[in-house]
């Protein structure tokens, strides 16, 4: 096939400014940053650089849209129609965004199209389900009293996103947060402000009234910073580094504002030696591999039981050499470029140190090609668990394989560490499945899989991994809070 017909053309960028109050607005500022394509290294256009006064007038018009606008006044139902109609203009558009996505993340168009806009209109269209559907109790006290319980919307939410999953991330804050009926406040990652900013005019052409989404484009420690500490937020829903959310948490301390944050991991993929050793390394290779390494959940510590491991090495080796690395637009790639030169040297940091520390890499290991961010699919073995490689997020292509023949002594490496994201095990003895997925300290355990998501299954982690829930009913319930009203019977 032509080149031509298996490459994807460049979509045309039609927001880069502040989405404030249901208009597009420079920053008060008038300052811009500059948001590059990571495998070309060039840039794509010039994005309103909102600070604290943008930030100010986004959470006065969010405020306005909670209090007294029209989004505390409609029906649940309506709400939820309103969120079914942008999931429908997203899946009319899909191929655009999915364009887009790419464009400015890296991420292989395929991967976003296929991969992250299903997930996308899934989760909207799970939580549009949900938006009448959320209520109280009654609860029978001591006396002659009627007590229920209303779940009502915590109010203005402050959502800072990152740049792996970067519409998926508006779908998972999104969702939960109108369904329950907040208005919101969102500051998408400096590296992929594109997307999110296209849903918001989706979003306006949907009918959600004005105020009731505002994205202010910009930096952490400016836009971020101020809208944690802004008196008129609510709640603070957060994904990125586990650095990012301690800060938050002190800047949200004067406040006491509700926190949910979803962090890093470095998550135990376990292969036992009665598995079906295909399928745990197609497993363990899409587990590490999948969106160039950048998952917060990445099977970055490869388990490999002793027996099996001189079999499973080969097959894993075999799969990263495979792996098409090049241009994310063109439709047979599986990797692209990683999302900017401080992750790209952040990784190569750490390939280095699995050189220096005495790990054997077995395949990849280097830069590829000249151009863009682009990092070879890499495999270490011979990892032992003091190795930085076995101890850090390394958020890109980067492979540890650590082997063990003991249980129990497994299960506790499996827990040396103060991430708890996830983890795996591939094994047909159901035994020791539930065992493993009982006693890992993780918020998520896959059996014989890796990385399926579902918008009703709640997503999270142990330890500094995070804090609370997102997805399913737990990550409603994160956008609510509980009311208790007790009426007198005596007349
Ligand atoms: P980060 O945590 O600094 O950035 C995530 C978001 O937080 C961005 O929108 C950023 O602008 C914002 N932010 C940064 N500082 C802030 C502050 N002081 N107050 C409020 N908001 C702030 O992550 P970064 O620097 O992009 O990546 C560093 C490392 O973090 C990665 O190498 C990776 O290990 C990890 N990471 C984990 C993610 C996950 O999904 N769990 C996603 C992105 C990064
Ligand atoms: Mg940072």
Same mark, same amino acid.
């Given at each position: 096939?032509?080149?031509? $017909?298996?490459? #994807?053309?460049? +979509? ?9 109050? /249901? ?25 309103? $650089?909102?600070?604290?006064?943008? #930030? ?18 409609m029906d649940a139902r309506d709400r939820g129609k309103l969120m ?27 991967? &976003? ?18 938006a ?29 996103? +990152? ?15 109108l369904a329950?009926g !907040? ?6 990652? $400096?590296?992929?402000?594109?997307? !999110? ?100 959940? &990445? ?16 097959? #894993? ?43 054997? !890499? ?19 073995? /011979? ?86 829930? $997102? ?21």
């Amino acid at each position: 096939m032509a080149i031509a $017909e298996t490459t #994807i053309a460049s +979509p045309k960028i039609k927001h880069t400014e502040c989405f404030i109050d /249901g208009r597009w607005r420079p920053s008060i500022s008038g300052k811009t940053f500059q948001t590059v394509n990571p495998a070309t290294e060039e840039v794509i256009c010039d994005v309103a $650089e909102g600070d604290s006064a943008d #930030i100010d007038a986004a959470v006065k018009a969010a405020r306005h849209a909670f209090e007294s606008g029209p989004w505390s006044k409609m029906d649940a139902r309506d709400r939820g129609k309103l969120m079914f109609r942008l999931a429908d203009l997203i899946e009319e558009e899909i191929d655009e965004l999915a364009a887009l996505e790419s464009l400015d993340n890296g991420k292989p168009f395929r991967e &976003a199209r296929y991969g992250d806009l299903p997930l996308v209109l899934d989760c909207l269209r799970y939580y549009a389900g949900y938006a009448d559907k959320i209520h109280g109790s009654t609860i029978p006290i001591r006396g002659n009293f009627f007590t229920y319980t209303r779940r009502e919307a915590v109010g203005v939410a402050g959502q800072i996103i +990152p740049w792996n999953f970067p519409m998926l991330m508006v779908a998972w804050k999104w969702g939960p947060a109108l369904a329950a009926g !907040c208005t919101i406040v969102m500051k998408p990652a $400096e590296q992929t402000p594109l997307s !999110c900013l296209r849903l918001a005019q989706l979003a306006k052409e949907a009918g959600i009234p004005d105020g009731v989404i505002n994205v202010v484009p910009g930096y952490g420690p400016t836009a971020g910073a101020s809208l944690v500490k802004h008196p008129g937020v609510d709640k603070i829903a957060f994904t990125g580094e586990h650095r990012t959310a301690q800060i938050i948490m002190r800047d949200a301390s004067e406040s006491l504002k509700r926190l949910t944050f979803e962090l890093g991991g470095k998550s135990p993929n376990v292969v036992m030696a009665d598995a079906d050793l295909d399928k745990a390394a197609q497993g363990a290779y899409i587990g590490l591999f999948l969106n160039q390494g950048q998952c917060c959940c &990445a099977g970055s510590r490869v388990f490999v039981e002793k027996k099996v491991h001189a079999e499973f090495v080969d097959k #894993i080796q075999r799969l990263a050499k495979n792996r098409r690395v090049g241009n994310p637009m063109s439709l047979d790639t599986e990797q692209g470029p990683q999302v900017d030169q401080a992750q790209f040297d952040k990784i190569m940091s750490y390939i280095e140190k699995g050189n220096a520390e005495g790990a054997k !890499c077995v395949a990849g290991g280097a830069r590829f090609g000249d151009r863009g961010y682009f990092v070879q699919p890499t495999v270490f073995d /011979g990892v032992n668990d003091s190795m930085s490689i076995a101890k850090e997020e390394i958020f890109g292509p980067v492979m540890s394989v650590l082997t063990f023949d003991d249980w129990e002594d497994l299960v506790k490496r499996a827990n040396n560490t103060f991430y708890g994201l996830a983890a795996a095990i591939w094994t047909k003895n159901v035994g020791r499945a539930h065992e493993f997925a009982k006693r890992v300290r993780a918020g998520t355990v896959w059996v014989n899989c890796y990385d399926v998501f579902d918008a009703a299954a709640p997503f999270g982690g142990f330890k500094m991994s995070g804090q609370g829930r $997102e997805l399913g009913e737990e990550g409603l319930k994160a956008y609510t809070e509980s009311k208790t009203v007790t009426v007198s019977l005596d007349s």
